[in-house]
């Protein structure tokens, strides 16, 4: 199976120096926090807009609603307007019919025509009374109570009408020469059959009347309610009253136009006499020249709207001043980490030079430890070899004389020295596992596991030793180690089976978390558990008084074999129960060793 290709791309990232990286960084970050600040820009823009359109919104839906409000005010009183009058001009024509009828008002007595007119005014509560005239201008009769002057004194003459015109007139306020109010008269001129003119049938509308219904229906305290003379272009009457602007002219006014249909407008300007701005609804009536009128000040329109205003202009200032909050922390926050990893960046530079120093010192220091132990081994091996050339010609040239206690010695004493030489050896062994390169690779633990039992077989064959190795078990490692550990346990838990028949040996492994987990178990003698801590020792040798012989170094080695790779051993025991060796070994040590590698080479 080929290997995997490395895209070229990724190779040529992969060439790049660290200071190329690091100044991309840089550029990255600077570059996001400027995105952080032009986000925060936007947003804050996005919130005025939405704070703006929202408040103009606003404005105009609360104009629109002030202008609808006071339109349908104006529809109400207009009809309340019609209908006053109406009521007025109905009675003024009833009155005018009888007179008429009689051919003046001559034919009344005054008291008979009084009763008549006070009759009628009682219906009527928006007139302050009613009145007749003859034809010469003077007063037949009114509707108040009569007096004694008015039965002594004769009625005052009054000046004939400029015009002659049997439609109803509606004249200029006035105040009453009786109450002292205003009113506003309306009056009709009556003719007989034949033309001729009777005199004139009158009402005087009460200003009282309408300020009253008007002050009950609890408008704004600011409103204003008109009613103006469209053929005259004066103020008929006003609520709240104000005497200097009844019956001042109105020529100017927006509602006062040559344009009959028009009854319904809308104007926002200052009213006659007042210099606030105002919104006010007009409506001309169908059949009379009036025109009634509502009017708010704008201050008044808006005070709601002011209100949301207020509110949607704090909620945008705390959302900005929340979103500048969040870009400020973020920028400190980038800030901050630039900083760090600077400094992180300054240390690890200083710590990597120490490291390097350091590391150039400990593997100077093994270099010389080495040569040392080789140069002590070659330095102890000559006077063994004395030793046992020395035991060796003692034995074969003065062995007759020797009884057998002093052969016994002599054999003691070379098989001491070629021990000594045995122990020799084994702790160069160990120290070529400590401090030899790792060269590493991946490797089938499998193939290797059977391998070293097929030698062990070879070497005994009268044993029956059942083994199982699971398949497929691998990994990355340094072969050459990997196999001497394999050698010391395997060899081991065929030792420690020895007694066992038939003996029992499983070599498996599983994943573990990050790592590869491996195992070598048997149905040996086992050890008891206190005695774990010194079973990786070197020259610890649990079962020496058993007759298993040893040097004591293979679990050593095994210890320093697997954590040179970055991994642990351990064991797991009971006497006569057998005993398991478990190894962990890094699934990718390759990626940290051979960086370490190619600078050693």
Do not use: C
Not at 302 to 314: G, S
Not at 321 to 337: F, K, Q, S
Not at 511 to 529: A, C, K, R, S
Not at 539 to 563: C, M, N, P, T, W
């Amino acid at each position: 199976m080929e290997p995997a290709r490395i895209p070229t791309a990724v190779l040529s990232l992969l060439s790049r120096p660290a200071g190329w990286f690091d100044a991309r960084l840089r550029g990255l970050r600077w570059r996001l926090r400027i995105a952080a600040w032009l986000a925060f820009a936007l947003l804050n823009a996005g919130v005025i807009v939405a704070a703006v359109s929202l408040i103009r919104f606003d404005h105009q839906q609360a104009l629109q609603q002030t202008e609808s409000d006071l339109q349908s005010l104006t529809r109400v009183l207009e009809e309340h307007v019609a209908r006053s009058f109406g009521e007025a001009e109905s009675a003024v024509a009833e009155i005018a019919a009888l007179v008429a009828a009689r051919g003046s008002a001559d034919p009344f007595t005054e008291r008979e025509l009084h009763a008549l007119l006070r009759q009628r005014a009682a219906s009527l509560p928006e007139v302050d009374n009613l009145y007749v005239e003859r034809e010469d201008g003077s007063l037949a009769a009114h509707s108040r109570d009569l007096t004694p002057a008015d039965d002594a004194a004769p009625a005052p003459r009054r000046s004939l009408p400029h015009r002659l015109d049997e439609r109803i007139e509606i004249g200029s306020p006035s105040r009453s020469a009786d109450s002292g109010q205003w009113i506003t008269p309306l009056s009709r001129q009556v003719f007989d059959a034949n033309g001729k003119y009777l005199g004139t049938v009158g009402a005087a509308m009460s200003h009282a009347y309408f300020d009253g219904v008007y002050r009950d229906l609890q408008f704004s305290g600011r409103d204003t309610i008109l009613i103006l003379h469209a053929g005259r272009a004066i103020t008929l009457m006003r609520h709240p009253p104000v005497d200097a602007l009844i019956g001042r002219s109105v020529a100017d006014s927006p509602a006062i136009g040559p344009d009959a249909d028009a009854r319904a407008l809308v104007v926002t300007a200052p009213l006659d006499g007042d210099t606030a701005e105002r919104i006010t609804a007009y409506r001309r009536l169908a059949d009379r020249p009036l025109i009634v009128g509502t009017s708010r000040p704008v201050d008044d329109a808006l005070a709601d709207f002011r209100e949301h205003r207020r509110r949607i202009v704090a909620a945008a200032s705390l959302m900005v001043a929340l979103l500048g909050a969040l870009a400020l922390l973020l920028h400190r926050d980038t800030v901050r980490r630039d900083e760090e990893r600077q400094a992180l960046a300054e240390l690890n530079a200083t710590l990597e030079e120490r490291v390097r120093l350091r590391t150039e010192e400990l593997e100077q220091t093994n270099r010389e430890l080495l040569n040392f132990s080789y140069s002590i081994s070659h330095d102890l091996r000559a006077p063994l070899r004395a030793i046992n050339g020395f035991a060796h010609a003692l034995e074969e040239d003065y062995g007759e004389r020797l009884d057998d206690t002093g052969r016994g010695y002599v054999a003691r004493l070379r098989k001491a020295s070629l021990r000594m030489g045995d122990l020799i050896d084994e702790l160069l062994k160990l120290a070529s596992v400590s401090h030899r390169p790792l060269h590493i690779e991946h490797v089938d633990v499998s193939a290797m596991a059977r391998d070293i039992l097929d030698e062990l077989h070879s070497h005994a064959r009268e044993r029956v030793v059942h083994s199982h190795v699971q398949a497929e078990l691998g990994a990355d490692a340094d072969a050459a180690l990997i196999r001497k550990a394999l050698e010391n346990l395997i060899g081991n838990a065929w030792k420690f089976s020895r007694d066992s028949h038939p003996a029992i040996i499983q070599i498996g492994g599983r994943p573990h978390g990050d790592e590869h987990l491996f195992y070598v178990t048997d149905n040996g003698v086992g050890f008891d558990m206190e005695h774990a801590a010194r079973l990786f020792q070197p020259f610890q040798q649990l079962h020496k008084r058993d007759g298993f012989e040893g040097s004591g170094i293979g679990l050593a080695s095994v210890r320093r074999i697997v954590e040179r790779h970055g991994g642990q051993v351990w064991a797991e025991s009971a006497p006569g129960a057998g005993t398991t060796l478990f190894f962990t070994l890094p699934r990718t040590p390759a990626m940290v060793r051979r960086p370490r590698e190619r600078r050693q080479g």
